[in-house]
Structure formats: structure tokens, C-alpha cells
């Protein structure tokens, strides 16, 4: 082909190559991202070249940095309080390690190998990143969800947030070794400026978090249009002010997360198009992609990518054996976090803009990180594809009859000297978990008690299932809580109470609420299934029972309803 390309034209071209990559990919078998990244690199300079001279990655670079917004904006969510607080520690303790690992291993390969330090440590600095578009794309092509999908979607957020941070500490410190101090103010002073850089783009985030939340819940906004010209005016203004748009993106999907429910729908309100973004933005970035880059690396590639796997699997290994967290996460998270591509193609262009680092080392950085980035973008995705299978939680994002027994909505520290004060630290936990305000908790505690007075809500074998009314909702929802020393709470068998849920049904729900009873009741009373919630030691044990195929029997999928969203209320 020859002439001047629209760049309309140029999507259009892109976006079809892509669908048809990603379609031959799924009848192969193969994660549909691959689909996209071959198929890209196969319309590429290195096979067919359609688009002769022109970089399509270059002429779409503001596509491509939207769409990796809003996988940043999608990334921060999975950073809501509510959602890992049962976890925190085994979600940080975790992606400290896997960065750390692939710094130090990476920084000290790449010196080994002639890198001088300052440029080995930003190779380190960079090996930290994974991608979030492709974890987060495969996740939801997979429809995978658990403990394990929770953990790995976290650890990429923190992964981006640690990897930055690491990465403006780099380029100060390059600045001042390869200007001989010449800046002024010592390392110190560029230590200070990059956590100013970071700081800002921080609280920038957070600001127009507080705005898009301030918008929302005004009433009678387009909520799709809000998020969309949210993330535009971010882009802007934060090349404006010289903040780093991801940790702005991460930070304004943490606050939404964050703020209330209303807020935290809003980091889906893009779904309807990131289909179409990721397409973009794979196929894009295959097309720029260069095998001779690879060839060119030679050993230094080779050695960048063995450093970096090794420090992500040990690091997740080791992180999640001292934490305690089940085998199936520290096994297989490792592998999951190998995909790595714009993040590390962003900072690749920042150190080629910088007119304080050499020529030399730049060029040898962008050769290495991109031949590595183009092995990563076919074969990155195979590898988390291969983790979330063997991890066992694919096709598990489907609506169930009981919805709420997830990891997160599970406490094994309830107690109290008599029932009213297990229920009411119970309540107090469906609180926390679901943001109710002091209101609706003491009208929900007041509802569940009463209930009690009126007759006991024990059902014998140990369990009970108190409930309440929830004035708006369109879900039932709840919490489970697990009582090891036992309450009494009168029941027919005199068994003191060890297992108890919650339940919150909405008005209009009736039906589903006496179904969702029956079934829980049948669970609880299953010997084995109940012999092994008592014994669990975490929310995660208990979790682990209920996702049993034993317990699946009491617990079924539901059918899908056209147009219901996901989202929990």
C-alpha cells in the first residue's frame, strides 16, 4: 500500500486485523490477546508491512494511552478496602516480593552483563512492571474469579504503583550520575523531586476522584460520558503538569473504589468500549513490534527475561510460603505476573526523551526491554492463560443463587458471650464490608434483632441464619461469619452455634430470599461441608469450601438476565 494514511483508516485496518487475530485464536485454543499481538506483528514491518513508513503505534499513541487509562482507572479498583481488607497482608507481603525479585535480579544480571549501574538499576526498575491490560483481559475473557484472580489483580495494581515509583527514583538517579551532578541540590534533591513527581500524580488522582464522585451522585449525568471526559481531562492535564497519567488513572480507580457503591460502579462504566480498546491497543503494539530487537539484544535479552521470571516467581513464591497463603496462589502466581508491555514501553520512550542520559546506554535499554517486550506480548499471555487454569477459578464469574459468599464477606473472628452480641458483630462486619452509613447499620442491627426476639434463627447442627431488610438493592447480599468457640442461641438440638450467615434481602425479593434460605440451610447441614467451615483457620479455608464441588449442589449457577449488570449491589 502507498500514500497517506487517514487515521481512521488506520484504526479501521488495525481493529479488523485484530478481530480476526483474536478469532482464529479462540478456535485455536490460544488467549485472545496472543490473537491480537500476532496479528499485529504479522500486518508489521516484519511480514506484510501494510503501513510501509508510518508507526500505526505512534500515529494511535493517544488511543493507546486512553485505553491504558482505563485498564489503570480498572486495575485501582481492585484496590477497594472492602474487597481485600481480609487479605491485605497477604496481597502486599506478596507484590513487595515479586518487585523486589525482579529488581535485584534483573539490576545485578544486567551489571554483570556491562550495564554501568545507573542503567542496570532502571532495567530493574522497569523488569517490575506486568501488564494490566493483558491480565485483565484475559481475566475477564476467562471469566475467572476467586481468591486467586482477587490476589493477582491486586498485585498487578501495586505492581504498576511499585514499579513507578521505582522507576522515578531510576531516572533521578541516572540524571545525576550521568550529568555529574551538574543539576545541583545532590542525589538527595532527585531523590525529593521524584517523590514530589510521585505525590503529585497521586493527589491529582485522588482529586479528580473526588470530583467524578461528586458528579455522579449529583443525579441526571451521563454516567458513562462523566468517566470518559474524566479520563480525557486527565490525560491532558496531567502531561500539563508532568504527572505520570497511569499512577493518576490507578489512584483516581482507588478513590472510586473506595468512596461508596454509587462511585465504585462507575470504574465499570467503560465496558461497553474496552473490548474494542484492548483490540486497539494489542494489535497496535504487535504492529510495532520488531523481532530484529530481539536478535539485536542477543544475550542481554535473553538474560533480562530469565532475571525477571526468576524474581517474579521466587519473589511470589517466597512472599506467599511466609504469608501462608494457599499452595494454588504461590504457585501460580508467578507465572501469571511474566506479560509485560505498554508500562515498560512508556518508560522505555521517557529515558530515550531524556537529553541527561547518553545515547549508548539509552539505546541499549530500548533495544533490550523491547526485544524482551515483543518475546512477552506473544508468549506473556500463554503463561497467565496456563496460571488462571491451573489456579481452578475459570468460568467462575457467573451469577449463583447465593452471590455473596465470596472470600471478602467472610470473618472467622466472631464472637461474644451471648447471641446478641455474636448478631451484633455480625452486623457490624456486613457494615464494614457492604459501607453502610451509621443509619442503615443501627436499622439493620435493629431489624435483625427484633427478628431474633421473635423466634430463634438457629437451625439446629450448629448453624443459624439470622436476616434482615434492606430498603434498596437489587441483589441479596450478606456475610458469613464463623464462631469457634460457639454461641448459644437456643436452638431445637441445644447445639451451640458455630456457623452463622447473615442475610439482607431487598423488598420484592421474597421468592428469591426463600430460596436462597432453603439452599443455605441444606449446605450448613451437610456434615462434611459444615466439619470443614468449623475448622477453618481463615476466610480463605471457608471460601474454599463453599467453592467445593460438593457444596456447588446447594449453590447453583444461575441463568444469565439480559442486561443485569455484574455489580453487586
Known amino acids: 500500500m502507498t500514500g497517506d494514511y487517514s487515521p481512521l483508516l488506520v484504526l479501521c485496518v488495525i481493529l479488523l486485523s485484530g478481530i480476526a487475530g483474536g478469532w482464529l485464536a479462540e478456535r485455536l485454543r490460544l488467549p485472545l490477546e496472543t490473537g491480537y ?21 505512534k500515529l494511535l499513541q493517544p488511543l493507546s494511552q486512553f485505553a491504558m487509562g482505563v485498564l489503570a482507572v480498572s486495575a485501582g479498583s481492585h484496590l477497594g478496602y472492602r474487597r481485600i481488607h481480609n487479605a491485605l497482608r497477604r496481597i502486599f507481603v506478596i507484590a513487595l516480593f515479586e518487585s523486589l525479585g525482579a529488581l535485584v535480579l534483573v539490576t545485578l544480571a544486567s551489571h554483570w552483563l556491562g550495564v554501568d549501574w545507573p542503567g542496570a538499576f532502571a532495567l530493574g526498575a522497569i523488569a517490575m512492571a506486568t501488564s494490566p491490560a493483558t491480565t485483565i483481559t484475559l481475566v475477564r475473557e476467562l ?20 514499579c513507578l515509583m521505582a522507576f522515578t527514583l531510576a531516572t533521578r538517579v541516572m540524571d545525576y550520575a550521568y550529568s555529574g551532578g551538574a543539576e545541583g541540590g545532590g542525589l538527595a534533591w532527585a531523590v525529593v523531586l521524584g517523590a514530589a513527581q510521585f505525590a503529585e500524580s497521586l493527589l491529582l488522582g485522588i482529586l479528580m476522584g473526588w470530583v467524578t464522585e461528586r458528579l455522579v451522585l449529583r443525579g441526571g449525568t451521563h454516567k458513562f460520558s462523566v468517566i470518559f471526559l474524566v479520563l480525557l481531562f486527565l490525560s491532558g492535564v496531567s502531561d500539563y503538569l508532568g504527572a505520570d497519567f497511569l499512577i493518576t488513572s490507578i ?23 474496552e473490548p474494542l480498546l484492548y483490540v486497539c491497543f494489542f494489535t497496535a503494539a504487535g504492529a510495532s513490534l520488531h523481532l530484529d530487537s530481539v536478535a539485536e539484544a542477543g544475550a542481554l535479552c535473553a538474560a533480562y527475561m530469565a532475571a525477571r521470571f526468576a524474581g517474579k516467581y521466587i519473589g511470589a513464591f517466597a512472599g506467599g510460603w511466609l504469608v501462608r497463603a494457599p499452595g494454588r496462589i504461590w504457585h501460580n502466581l508467578g507465572l501469571a505476573l511474566m506479560p509485560q508491555a505498554g508500562v515498560a514501553i512508556g518508560m522505555v520512550l521517557l529515558l530515550k526523551g531524556d537529553p541527561d542520559v547518553p545515547g549508548h546506554t539509552a539505546s541499549v535499554i530500548s533495544t533490550l526491554v523491547l526485544g524482551a517486550i515483543t518475546l512477552n506480548e506473544i508468549i506473556g499471555p500463554l503463561f497467565t492463560w496456563r496460571a488462571l487454569h491451573r489456579a481452578g477459578e475459570i468460568n467462575l464469574d457467573r451469577r449463583r443463587l447465593i452471590e455473596f459468599l465470596q472470600e471478602e464477606f467472610i470473618t472467622t473472628s466472631i464472637g461474644g458471650a451471648d447471641k446478641w452480641e455474636a448478631l451484633k458483630s455480625l452486623t457490624s462486619f456486613y457494615s464494614l464490608t457492604h459501607n453502610l452509613s451509621p443509619e442503615a447499620r443501627a436499622e439493620l442491627e435493629a431489624d435483625v434483632l427484633e427478628r431474633e426476639k421473635e423466634f430463634t434463627t438457629a437451625i439446629g447442627h450448629g448453624a443459624a ?13 450478606g456475610v458469613m461469619g464463623i464462631c469457634h468457640d460457639g454461641v448459644d442461641f437456643g436452638a431445637y438440638d441445644h447445639e451451640p452455634v458455630k456457623i452463622l450467615v447473615l442475610v439482607v434481602t431487598p423488598k420484592g425479593m421474597e421468592n428469591q430470599h426463600l430460596e436462597v434460605m432453603a439452599s443455605l440451610a441444606m449446605m450448613v447441614r451437610d456434615g462434611h461441608i459444615r466439619e470443614r467451615l468449623v475448622s477453618a483457620l481463615s476466610p480463605y479455608d471457608a471460601w474454599e469450601v463453599i467453592e467445593s464441588r460438593e457444596a456447588r449442589t446447594y449453590n447453583q449457577f444461575l441463568e444469565e438476565e439480559d442486561g443485569e449488570e455484574n455489580a453487586p449491589a
Open 465 to 477: 441464619i439470622p436476616h434482615g431488610r434492606a430498603g434498596k438493592g437489587r441483589r441479596i447480599s
Open 251 to 273: 489512584f483516581l480507580g482507588v478513590y472510586l473504589a473506595n468512596a461508596s457503591d454509587e462511585a465504585a460502579r462507575q470504574t465499570k462504566a467503560m465496558e461497553p468500549i
Open 37 to 57: 499481538t500476532v496479528a499485529g506483528l504479522l500486518i508489521g514491518p516484519m511480514a506484510l508491512n501494510v503501513f510501509g513508513g508510518l508507526d500505526p503505534a
Open 143 to 162: 471469566r475467572a474469579r476467586g481468591a486467586f484472580v482477587k490476589t493477582l489483580l491486586s498485585v498487578v495494581a501495586l505492581d504498576i504503583i511499585l
